[in-house]
């Protein structure tokens, strides 16, 4: 990663494209890794809130490196990056130390199994393992299909939102951050919050509920011809429905997952999320240029309120309660 600032320093493009080619070559290798850890220690039941801290933790990280580049990165003359790039470098350091000495992962793995067995994988006579249910492959199917889609809608709109906001609503300066920054501290309060209902009332369930309101928060947002602070209310909603999608949507994909499956399980959720960052920018891209600004909403409600259809034949993943540990908490309940 300290390769990039030092390419900037020397003005080498290669040197550049070699350092970037490296960082993003090191992310494919421990992304799906770490984020499997997550279901590989949890038992099921409360993979949707553990994935609720996942995603409340990487928003504090990106906080986080705002506040560094506010105070690292000089405000006038040629910026150095090398610092900041050396503090990140030394913070993601340190996490691996953490992780080795304090993430007993067998031992966690073992503790969690423990609190929620799982049916062993069947078997062919070969010993080979069988191959998956039929009807789990179709509810595993239906939901990639949806994480493309809302992905596609979403995507599109934070990527284009503040260009948006200058051609089509007029507004100069760096407002249009606002409203992303509302919208993910919207998203920041509710994941908790989130993760506890999906608990209560099931995942996919939590899920419709997030991509039908963010469905119709995109679709109001085309009724607005010029910034208003009801803008910010909007946003408030994107936040929370967004939440509700994210955070339960990887936790129906890995529970659909056996013992050592988890990590490829992961890599199909992140395959087809970010097919569809890749292509959404290129496609809404193209309709904002050749046909009008004014389709940036339509488009991302359109696609998340198609992911809504394919979402209501999902039938496994969803979260089943914890049982209690002794039977004498099954009489434990509030009046």
């Not at 993979?47 to 560094?68: D, P, Q, Y």
């Not at 993601?92 to 953490?98: K, L, Q």
């Not at 998956?132 to 992905?151: D, G, H, P, Q, Y």
């Amino acid at each position: 990663m300290l390769l990039i600032p030092i390419a900037d320093d020397v003005r080498s493009l290669w040197l550049f494209i070699a350092g970037l080619l490296l960082v993003l070559l090191a992310m494919s290798v421990y992304r799906s890794p770490a984020v499997a850890l997550m279901p590989d220690v949890t038992p099921k039941p409360l993979r949707s809130k553990a994935n609720a801290i996942i995603n409340l933790m990487g928003a504090v990280g990106g906080m986080l490196t705002l506040l560094l580049i506010s105070a690292l990165v000089p405000k006038t003359g040629k910026p150095d990056y090398l610092p900041l790039f050396a503090v990140v470098a030394v913070i993601m350091a340190g996490s691996i130390v953490v992780l080795i000495f304090k993430v007993k992962e067998r031992a966690a793995a073992a503790e969690a199994a423990a609190q929620d067995p799982e049916e062993e994988p069947q078997t062919d006579s070969d010993g080979t393992p069988a191959p998956m249910e039929k009807a789990v492959k179709r509810s595993l199917v239906f939901i990639l299909i949806s994480v493309a889609l809302w992905f596609m809608g979403y995507n599109a709109v934070t990527t284009a939102f503040s260009k948006y906001a200058q051609v089509y609503w007029g507004l100069q300066g760096g407002g249009f951050a606002n409203c992303l920054l509302i919208a993910t501290g919207a998203a920041i309060i509710s994941y908790i919050p989130v993760g506890i209902i999906a608990t209560k009332i099931g995942r996919k369930k939590t899920i419709l509920f997030g991509a039908g309101l963010l469905a119709l928060s995109f679709a109001c947002g085309t009724l607005f011809r010029s910034f208003s602070p009801a803008i910010n209310v909007l946003f408030v909603v994107v936040g929370i429905a967004w939440a509700s999608i994210n955070v339960n949507s990887y936790p129906m994909v890995v529970e659909m997952s056996r013992g050592s499956d988890v990590g490829k399980f992961t890599g199909f959720y992140y395959s087809f999320s970010m097919a569809a960052q890749i292509v959404t920018p290129i496609l809404s891209g193209a309709l904002l240029e050749h046909v009008g600004y004014y389709t940036l909403f339509p488009y991302a409600a359109v696609f998340v309120g198609l992911s809504f259809v394919p979402m209501l034949f999902v039938k496994h993943g969803d979260s089943k309660p914890m049982p209690p540990a002794s039977k004498l908490e099954a009489f434990n309940v509030e009046d």
